[in-house]
């Protein structure tokens, strides 16, 4: 064989290498029930679940609650099913936390309480409120 094929054959290998390694990571959202029947089973890997903050009648973001060393905090959210959860997360809010339209936390339970290792934010576009002004 020529030194050309055996380089092709190692960048073909180490390519579907890392095409493996990234193919364990992926993780589809679950609602939070699926996620404590995942945490019962033994699952260890970090779970995803999408949902949005519960809020009151007025549309007010109800359930945060700072932690005891008032960095961490925990608050409520309320899954695609509609089950409400308290959600721990032992770092700073993150910034437009209050204001997202989506939440995806991840991470794990930890009795009946869900830890979040990770928050992602889908927030409002700026761009929302001049669409609705200009009628579009």
């Known amino acids: 064989m020529k030194k050309s094929h055996i380089f092709i054959i190692i960048v073909i290998a180490a390519a579907i290498g890392v095409i493996i390694s990234t193919a364990g990571d992926a993780s589809s959202y679950v609602t939070f029930d699926e996620a404590h029947k995942m945490a019962v089973a033994g699952n260890s890997e970090s779970i995803h679940v999408v949902g949005e903050l519960k809020k009151d009648n007025q549309g007010h973001v109800v359930g945060i609650e700072p932690g005891a060393d008032q960095v961490s905090f925990s608050f409520v959210m309320v899954d695609d099913n509609k089950k409400e959860q308290v959600v721990v ?27 979040a290792n990770k928050i992602l934010l889908k927030c409002p576009s700026k761009y929302q409120d001049q669409k609705l002004n200009a009628g579009i």
Do not use: A, W
């Not at 032992?90 to 794990?108: A, C, L, T, W, Y």
């Open 89 to 115: 997360y032992n770092e700073p809010m993150p910034q437009d936390f209050m204001r997202s339209e989506k939440v995806v936390v991840i991470g794990g339970y930890s009795g009946e309480t869900f830890v």
